[in-house]
């Protein structure tokens, strides 16, 4: 089956420096990779999402790239605030699996 | 904003009582999933189904049992529940909106047993 691994699991930054979070997937037959962001007390919410036909994918001030061939993809959040800070999850689908695979999520912390 | 609901939201139970945490969703999904999130942060997927009357259990063994006769409810029992059930529970559902798969969460359940 899919195996997702997800690097770090805490990160702290600075205010206004930029955060990265990595992850690796096991399958290649993979295609549809969401991310989301748990806040404290409430359910992980879907940010932003990349299919495998795409290597890109910006929004406002969050990105995700993905590298196919290397089986990796990436979050990448700028100019961060103390609002980022929670926990976010990576996740791979493919359809013949019909379900997600998630990460072991990242505690971000954005220190004012 | 993603149509999930989940009740209670907050459970303290004693030992050895029976409990069934309710999820709902309106969003005409047929997948829905249930995930027990440790202090660790990680999601274990304990149960899902694919529609009415199918359910599998998933990657984590869990003692509770699920049930799923309409497709906007999918409840989550626990006939015993010991301190060991000391957990968060949260509820997914999943569809195909165009071509894209979505899946979003409900807020969760956090149950005490004391």
């Known amino acids: 089956g899919e195996n997702v691994e997800q690097h770090p699991s805490t990160l702290s930054v600075q205010e206004g420096d930029s955060a990265v979070i990595k992850c690796t997937y096991s399958?290649?037959?993979?295609?549809?990779f969401p991310w989301y962001k748990q806040e404290l007390g409430k359910g992980p919410q879907l940010i932003i999402d990349i299919r495998s036909n795409v290597g890109e994918k910006k929004d406002q001030r969050i990105a995700v790239t993905l590298n196919k061939t290397a089986k990796h993809f990436s979050l990448h959040i700028t100019e961060t605030q103390p609002e980022d800070s929670a926990v976010y999850f990576c996740a791979a689908f493919k359809a013949a699996g019909n379900k997600l695979t998630f990460g072991g999520g990242t505690r971000v912390l954005v220190k004012p | 904003e993603a149509d999930i609901y989940q009740t209670p939201r907050y459970l303290v139970i004693g030992t050895g009582k029976k409990i069934t945490l309710e999820c709902s969703q309106t969003m005409g999904h047929d997948k829905m999933y249930w995930y027990q999130q440790d202090p660790g942060m990680e999601l274990h997927l304990i149960h899902y189904?694919?529609?009415?009357?199918?359910?599998e259990k998933g990657d984590l063994s869990s003692e509770s049992t699920v049930s799923r006769i309409r497709t906007e409810h999918f409840p989550l029992t626990l006939e015993s529940a010991r301190p060991s059930h000391t957990s968060q529970y949260l509820c997914?559902?999943?569809?195909?909106?165009?071509?894209?798969?979505?899946?979003?969460f409900g807020p969760g359940t956090r149950l005490t047993v004391t």
């Open positions: 997914a559902s999943s569809g195909i909106r165009g071509l894209k798969y979505e899946q979003y």
């Open positions: 399958d290649s037959a993979s295609n549809y």
């Open positions: 189904s694919y529609g009415v009357n199918s359910t």
